[in-house]
C-alpha cells in the first residue's frame, strides 16, 4: 500500500517511470474489468487500451490521503471508461462510403422520377449507378439511419426532446442495467446469511445496531461479518 502510494505520487509529479510501473502492475486488474465486456463484438485488446486510460486518470485523481486501496478505487473508474466508449462507439454511426453512396442513389431516383414520372426500380439504379444490387440494399437501409443527434422527435407547448437527449437515456438506462446484473451475479457468490445481511444493510439502508435485532446476533457480529463479506465480494470482482 506504502509503495502503491508513493509510485503515485511520483506520477503526479510526471514521473513517467512510476507511471509505467503502475500501468504494468495494474494490468491485471485491467483484463479482470476487460472480461466483463466480451462477447460485444470488440477486439479485447481495444478494450484493454481504454482500459488503460481509465487507469491513468485513476493515477491522476486518486486522493492519497483517503484510506482507499487503489485497486478499490479504480476498478469503477476503468468500468466506467470502457462503458462511455461502448456507449459512444454505438451511438447513429454509418459508414463514410454506405452515406455516399445512399446520397448518390437518392439523387439518382429524384433524376429518374422526374424523366419517367415513376420510381426506378432496383435493377435500374444499380446498372445506372454500376453498383450491386446487394449494395444498394445496404445503402438504402443505411441512408434511413441516418439522422441529427438533434433531431426534434417531441416538441409540447415549447418544450423539445431532441434524438441525442432520448439516447443518453437508453445509455444511462443500459449501463444501470448492466450494473444490477453484475451486481446479482456477485450476490450469488455468498451464502444466504450473507446475502441477507448485505440486503438488509445496502438495499434498505438498515443500520448494524437494526440488522443485529433481525438477524439475532451482536452488533459486533455484523460488522466483522460485513467486513468479511465486502473482502470476499472484491476479490470476487478481481477474478
Request: net charge negative; aromatic share 6%; charged share 35%.
Amino acid at each position: 500500500m506504502e509503495r502503491t502510494c508513493e509510485l503515485i505520487r511520483q506520477a503526479k509529479e510526471g514521473n513517467k517511470k512510476a507511471q509505467e510501473i503502475l500501468v504494468e502492475e495494474n494490468t491485471g486488474l485491467i483484463w479482470s474489468v476487460v472480461k466483463r465486456f466480451q462477447g460485444r463484438g470488440y477486439d479485447k485488446e481495444d478494450l484493454f487500451q481504454i482500459g488503460s486510460i481509465g487507469l491513468l486518470k485513476c493515477i491522476d485523481n486518486f486522493d492519497l490521503e483517503r484510506k482507499v486501496k487503489f485497486s478499490t478505487y479504480a476498478v469503477p473508474l476503468i468500468m466506467g471508461e470502457i462503458k462511455r466508449f461502448l456507449r459512444d462507439d454505438g451511438l447513429v454511426k454509418v459508414s463514410r462510403s454506405l452515406k455516399e453512396a445512399s446520397y448518390k442513389i437518392k439523387r439518382e431516383k429524384e433524376h429518374y422520377e422526374k424523366l419517367y414520372n415513376r420510381e426506378p426500380t432496383l435493377k435500374e439504379i444499380a446498372a445506372t449507378l454500376d453498383m450491386d444490387e446487394s449494395d444498394i440494399l445496404m445503402a438504402m437501409e443505411s441512408g434511413q439511419d441516418v439522422c441529427s443527434l438533434h433531431q426534434v422527435i417531441y416538441q409540447n407547448e415549447g418544450d423539445e426532446i431532441h434524438l441525442e437527449d432520448k439516447l443518453e437515456q437508453q445509455s444511462d438506462l443500459i449501463e444501470q442495467t448492466v450494473d444490477n446484473i453484475y451486481i446479482q451475479e456477485l450476490l450469488q457468490k455468498l451464502n444466504e446469511q450473507e446475502r441477507k445481511l448485505i440486503e438488509l444493510r445496502y438495499f434498505q439502508n438498515q443500520t448494524q445496531a437494526v440488522i443485529a435485532g433481525i438477524m439475532g446476533i451482536s452488533q459486533v457480529q455484523v460488522s466483522r461479518m460485513e467486513k468479511k463479506i465486502l473482502e470476499k465480494l472484491r476479490m470476487h470482482s478481481l477474478n
